[in-house]
């Protein structure tokens, strides 16, 4: 499995930045993709993830009502749409995958310790 994270940069409070995870080798149907962040001496945490296999979402309630997450399954692409952007979400951001092999339900993880594939991250840095 590999992923490519894409799209961070500078950005004032308030505005918008669209990040991007091309992902390639997932050669299962039940997996997760998830969205994290690690800001500078804190642990990595969860922002947003999708069910591969239904699209099932979910978000980290700090950025719920401000990040969206979709997908291009045809690309195999999932992005995450951030706006509102608040200085605490300066990060590097990262996306994972979780490989399940089974079907587990309708629900996506926000834990980090379940993901065992990582992209590079991408830096978010909100300023003025």
């Known amino acids: 499995v590999q992923l490519q994270a894409s799209g961070g940069g500078l950005v004032q409070p308030g505005g918008s930045l669209r990040l991007a995870c091309a992902a390639s080798g997932i050669t299962s149907d039940y997996y997760h993709i998830g969205w994290f962040r690690q800001a500078p001496g804190k642990e990595r945490e969860g922002v947003s993830c999708?069910?591969?296999?239904?699209?099932?979402?979910d978000y980290a309630a700090s950025v719920k009502d401000r990040f969206t997450a979709s997908r291009d399954t045809f690309k195999n692409i999932v992005y995450l749409e951030m706006n509102d952007l608040k200085p605490e979400d300066t990060a590097v951001y990262y996306c994972g995958v979780y490989i399940l092999n089974l079907w587990r339900g309708r629900f996506c993880s926000l834990g980090r310790q379940a993901y065992t594939y990582w992209g590079e991250g991408t830096l978010v840095t909100v300023s003025s």
């Open positions: 999708i069910n591969g296999k239904d699209g099932y979402k």
